[in-house]
């Protein structure tokens, strides 16, 4: 919720707790949940400025992604919105559609397609333009 909310000092000591308890290798325990763990602390650093530092767990993150993790599109956007900012366009586009491939929920879609769009606009307006439609069926 911190995250969402865009309260990254809120947010920290929570995925540093989680990740501390990560780390004592609880049995039994789905790779989903490191994957959400290591997102979290890519987010927090993303929204304070480290950009480095949260591509670098933004990579943690994927190194647990296992197919049909729930949690795979969130690594993804956050990837694609790291490189987004860094004026890394077309690495950007390659996970915006990563996180497309992942999710099949209908208002995660969505918000993809905006991004893409956006991406698109100067480069390819008949795509930006599909993504737009898609945005709105």
Do not use: H
């Not at 994957?35 to 987010?43: H, W």
């Not at 929204?47 to 949260?54: E, K, P, Y």
């Not at 559609?97 to 999710?103: D, G, R």
């Amino acid at each position: 919720v911190f995250t969402l909310r865009n309260m990254p000092d809120s947010a920290v000591p929570y995925f540093q707790d989680a990740c501390t308890l990560l780390n004592k290798k609880p049995k039994g325990l789905d790779s989903s949940i490191y994957t959400l763990t290591y997102y979290g602390l890519g987010q927090c650093n993303y929204q304070l400025g480290n950009l480095t530092i949260a591509m670098a767990f933004y990579g943690k993150s994927m190194e647990y992604i296992k197919k049909g993790d729930q949690f795979a599109y969130l690594t993804y956007t956050g990837i694609g919105q790291l490189l987004k900012t860094l004026g890394n366009k077309d690495s950007s586009i390659v996970y915006y559609t990563k996180a497309l491939n992942e999710t099949k929920k209908p208002n995660q879609m969505l918000i993809i397609y905006r991004w893409l769009a956006e991406l698109y606009k100067s480069s390819d307006k008949d795509l930006a333009f599909d993504y737009l439609m898609k945005r709105s069926n």
